[in-house]
């Protein structure tokens, strides 16, 4: 135990507490708060680390000296990303990966894509929604975002490429289990739940390769992520190679593909249990017209509160981590150097004294008040902030909107956040029962605002 905290005894975790940190770290980070108050000292995997669960606390981490902190659990994303990946790196590497990976997620980039956005949404709900059947909402909602990342790395390749290439990103993100995430140790050939992941990422790399050797026959550029990594160069001005390329991939579709679906599957869980806010938002998505701008839609107030309660609720990362170098001071306290701090996102997204009645669905709480970076974090914060927050929001309002404008449907059962995989997710996937299809109510509204 570190002398620091000696004042403050630190918190064992039973066998059957650590399971539940693994599975439900929601109701876990709830459960330290009310026992231990907001600064706990916890004893997990044979290590220390520190819960911050005030945004206080999460401040105080996100502002002090990027340079002065590791990445938690390296071993573990190094082996599952790459060595070279965005997720391991620190201090100026950690910083030129940021820069060459910048243009991939700017605005710039996917804000001219809007409309290739709600047509992806819009195919895939005509193609797997029935009225009158129940389906499982996730399996269309992470349809739509493997799509959109898709064709936002791949641009317009023809469809049996696409195919492919979604067949076997799926495959891979699907075998990142639990154990060779929280367990780097079982990242070893002996055994069969990381040689199966190992497999499938290496034939995601294989397909990317056949890719790259067709692409540089062409002349003409695509524009799009891939193209744009292909001409990314190194710091020493060479190109960068097919490692790399592999690496800067798996980063941005493993991060971007799971996450943006999630949150979907979990906006659509809270509408179809809430009529009160399905009708309340189809006003306001009725009010912009038929076809509205895409982005107009990024302006719309409930819209954008219904989108932030959801993530706020179930936020789709539980926590995020930094490892102090140096010891450090945090709420008052010396952290010593090694310790890890483990922001709980989810613990200060349901700290009562930020929001009130914190396990209930209130999007109006985003209309009554404004909170800052450090009270509603659903992309972590500081040097190491979600780099797709944009592309994320941007999508996830878009799909919403052609679901809640086109669609009727209701939840069919109660789901509950567990852990899936480093992500959080929907026990039982969002059961949905698909009502029927509908006709929005432009006239009623279309005058007040064309
Ligand atoms: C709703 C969707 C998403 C959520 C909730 C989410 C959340 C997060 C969180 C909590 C972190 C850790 C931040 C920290 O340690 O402070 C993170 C990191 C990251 N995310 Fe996302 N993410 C989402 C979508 C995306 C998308 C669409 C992309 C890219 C296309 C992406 C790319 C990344 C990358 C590259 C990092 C690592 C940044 C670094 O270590 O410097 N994410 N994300």
């Known amino acids: 135990m570190s002398l620091a905290l000696t004042h403050q005894k630190v918190v064992p975790l039973s066998p059957w507490q650590q399971w539940r940190y693994f599975s439900e770290p929601m109701g876990m980070s709830e459960w330290i708060r009310k026992r231990y108050g907001n600064f706990v000292p916890v004893h997990f995997q044979g290590k220390e680390y520190v819960a911050i669960v005030t945004a206080e606390g999460a401040r105080q981490v996100f502002s002090a000296d990027p340079n002065g902190y590791e990445v938690f659990w390296k071993e573990s994303f190094a082996g599952l990303m790459g060595d070279e990946s965005v997720w391991v790196q620190i201090g100026k590497k950690h910083r030129i990966e940021r ?59 023809s469809a049996d490429v696409m195919r492919e290439g979604h067949r076997l990103l799926n495959a891979s993100t699907s075998l990142i289990h639990p154990l060779i995430v929280f367990f780097p140790a079982f990242q070893r050939s002996w055994n069969p739940v990381w040689r199966r992941y190992a497999k499938a990422r290496d034939e995601m790399y294989e397909w990317v390769d056949r890719l790259l ?40 579709l493993s991060a971007g593909h799971e996450t943006t679906g999630t949150a979907l599957a979990w906006t659509l869980y809270e509408l179809g249990h809430h009529p009160e806010v399905m009708a ?8 912009f017209g038929s076809e509205p701008d895409p982005e107009r839609i990024l302006t719309l107030p409930y819209l954008n509160a219904v989108c932030n309660e959801t993530i706020r609720l179930h936020p789709i990362l539980a926590e ?131």
């Open 99 to 157: 820069q060459l990976f910048a243009p991939a997620v700017h605005a710039n980039h996917f804000r001219p894509h809007g409309e290739t956005i709600r047509g992806i949404a819009r195919a895939h709900l005509k193609s797997s929604w029935t009225p009158g059947q129940n389906i499982r909402a996730i399996d269309t909602t992470l349809a739509i975002s493997l799509d959109i990342i898709m064709r936002l790395v791949f641009g317009a390749e």
């Open 320 to 450: 995020c981590a930094r490892v102090p170098m140096q010891s450090m001071e945090i709420l008052g306290r010396t952290i010593p150097a090694g310790q890890a701090l483990v922001v709980s996102i989810a613990g200060i997204h349901h700290d009562s004294t930020l929001y009130p009645e914190p396990g209930k669905f209130i999007p109006e709480r985003f209309l009554e008040r404004k909170y800052n970076a450090y009270e509603f974090l659903p992309f972590g914060g500081g040097h190491r902030r979600c780099m797709g927050a944009g592309l994320a929001q941007y999508s996830m309002r878009i799909a919403i909107a052609q679901m809640a404008l086109y669609w009727d449907f209701e939840t069919a059962g109660i789901d509950q956040d567990v852990r899936c995989n480093i992500a959080m997710g929907p026990k039982h996937g969002v059961r949905l029962h698909i009502k029927a299809r509908r006709n929005p109510n432009w006239s009623k509204h279309r005058l007040s605002h064309n």
């Open 213 to 252: 050797v067709e692409r540089r026959t062409r002349v003409e550029r695509t524009g799009d992520v891939l193209d744009m990594l292909m001409n990314t160069r190194d710091e020493n001005g060479d190109p960068v190679d097919n490692d790399y390329i592999h690496t800067e991939l798996n980063s941005i």
């Open 280 to 287: 309340k938002l189809r006003v306001e998505l009725e009010s």
